[in-house]
């Protein structure tokens, strides 16, 4: 539809159609969502959110309307026009709302017809050619800035979850392994330090192999909330491995760190107790063991970090498991 040629000269009887269709943009809307109704059945008045009723829908009849009585206005439907960013908030709108593609666009196909069957009422019959167009043009856009929203939408949210770990809702280990490279730019820009913590589960393996890993999975989720509720908001926590964890600290000493850790280990060791499977009366003491790295004073590199912490980790195991170990 975008490659077809119509006249731009201004029509009369168009003129007068614009003119009848702004006076009447909430005739049109009760049509259209009457009709609507009558084949989804009244549920479909409560998807729409009002807002969207109210500022959007009806910008966008009055776009069309401007299109009708002069085809330049088809402008104010491109990226950057007016009526643009409304047709783009309508497709996030009813994203939000659950919509899927094929239901918005046949909303918008019921819309089309909807303001065809009103506006050819009030024409001759001469100018019916025209007028499709200049019906049409502007719908087509809308329908392909919706499905851009659509695309841009599910883009994001793809994004995101490539960037979770699918049990404890933190980033995974290369979303660990991008901002904690972030930090380091950033802490070596603007000469601050930063602490990594890195802690796993002691005797994991044996706790999986004794109740399951249903019950391990468990573990690792309570592990992961007690966690998220002690470190800061600007901290960094992610799932580094099976029962491994690792927390960056930004502008964080080492000392600071050391009472972060600590604060953990005691709080995971006291507060949590995690029912066994098939023995519910029997609550096991979870431990955790720990340890810390600090940028610029043990290392200049993310690999010297994670290294030099995930050694301070195993010396940590070696000793006796359930402390706190840094370099």
């Given at each position: 539809m975008?490659?077809?040629?119509?006249?731009?000269?201004?029509?009369?009887?168009?003129?007068?159609?614009?003119e009848?269709?702004?006076?009447?943009?909430?005739?049109?809307?009760?049509?259209?969502m009457?009709?609507?109704?009558?084949?989804?059945g009244?549920?479909?008045?409560?998807?729409?959110?009002?807002t969207?009723?109210i500022?959007?829908?009806?910008?966008?009849?009055?776009?069309?309307?401007?299109?009708?009585?002069?085809?330049?206005?088809?402008?104010?439907f491109?990226?950057?026009?007016?009526?643009?960013?409304?047709?783009?908030?309508?497709?996030?709108?009813?994203?939000?709302?659950n919509?899927?593609?094929?239901?918005?666009?046949?909303?918008?196909?019921v819309?089309r017809?909807?303001?065809?069957?009103?506006?050819?009422?009030?024409?001759?019959?001469?100018?019916?050619?025209?007028?499709?167009?200049?019906i049409?043009?502007?719908i087509?856009?809308?329908?392909?800035t919706?499905?851009?929203?659509?695309?841009?939408?599910?883009?994001?949210?793809l994004?995101?979850?490539?960037?979770k770990?699918?049990l404890?809702?933190l980033?995974?280990?290369?979303?660990?392994k991008?901002?904690?490279g972030?930090e380091?730019?950033?802490s070596?820009?603007?000469?601050?330090?930063f602490?990594?913590?890195?802690?796993d589960?002691?005797?994991?393996?044996?706790?999986?192999n004794?109740?399951?890993?249903?019950?391990?999975?468990?573990?690792?989720?309570?592990i992961?909330?007690?966690?998220s509720?002690?470190?800061?908001?600007?901290?960094?926590l992610a799932?580094?491995?099976?029962d491994?964890?690792?927390?960056?600290?930004?502008?964080?000493?080492?000392?600071q760190?050391?009472k972060?850790?600590e604060?953990?280990?005691?709080?995971?060791?006291?507060?949590?107790?995690h029912?066994?499977?098939?023995?519910?009366e029997?609550?096991?003491?979870?431990?955790?063991?720990?340890?810390?790295?600090?940028?610029?004073?043990?290392?200049?590199?993310?690999?010297e970090?994670v290294?030099l912490?995930d050694m301070?980790?195993?010396?940590?195991?070696?000793?006796?498991?359930?402390?706190v170990?840094?370099?």
């Amino acid at each position: 539809m975008q490659n077809i040629k119509w006249s731009k000269t201004p029509i009369t009887m168009l003129g007068g159609v614009a003119e009848t269709f702004r006076d009447q943009i909430w005739t049109i809307v009760e049509s259209w969502m009457q009709r609507l109704a009558s084949e989804e059945g009244e549920h479909s008045w409560n998807l729409l959110p009002k807002t969207q009723l109210i500022d959007n829908l009806p910008t966008l009849l009055l776009g069309v309307s401007k299109v009708i009585e002069n085809p330049d206005h088809i402008a104010d439907f491109e990226p950057g026009g007016v009526i643009y960013q409304a047709a783009a908030e309508l497709g996030t709108n009813r994203r939000a709302n659950n919509y899927k593609t094929s239901e918005l666009l046949h909303e918008l196909e019921v819309l089309r017809d909807t303001i065809w069957m009103f506006c050819r009422k009030i024409i001759t019959p001469l100018e019916f050619y025209e007028l499709e167009k200049r019906i049409n043009r502007p719908i087509d856009k809308m329908v392909s800035t919706i499905i851009e929203s659509y695309i841009n939408i599910y883009t994001a949210e793809l994004k995101y979850l490539a960037r979770k770990d699918k049990l404890t809702d933190l980033l995974n280990y290369d979303s660990f392994k991008e901002e904690i490279g972030r930090e380091l730019l950033r802490s070596r820009r603007y000469r601050h330090a930063f602490s990594l913590i890195m802690l796993d589960v002691d005797e994991f393996r044996n706790y999986v192999n004794k109740f399951g890993l249903a019950t391990g999975d468990k573990l690792l989720l309570e592990i992961s909330r007690t966690i998220s509720h002690i470190v800061r908001m600007v901290d960094t926590l992610a799932r580094y491995g099976v029962d491994e964890f690792a927390i960056i600290l930004p502008e964080t000493s080492k000392k600071q760190a050391r009472k972060v850790a600590e604060r953990i280990r005691r709080t995971v060791k006291l507060e949590m107790r995690h029912p066994a499977h098939g023995q519910m009366e029997q609550k096991l003491p979870i431990t955790i063991s720990i340890g810390i790295s600090t940028y610029p004073k043990d290392a200049e590199t993310v690999d010297e970090m994670v290294s030099l912490a995930d050694m301070a980790l195993f010396e940590a195991k070696k000793a006796g498991k359930d402390m706190v170990v840094w370099k």
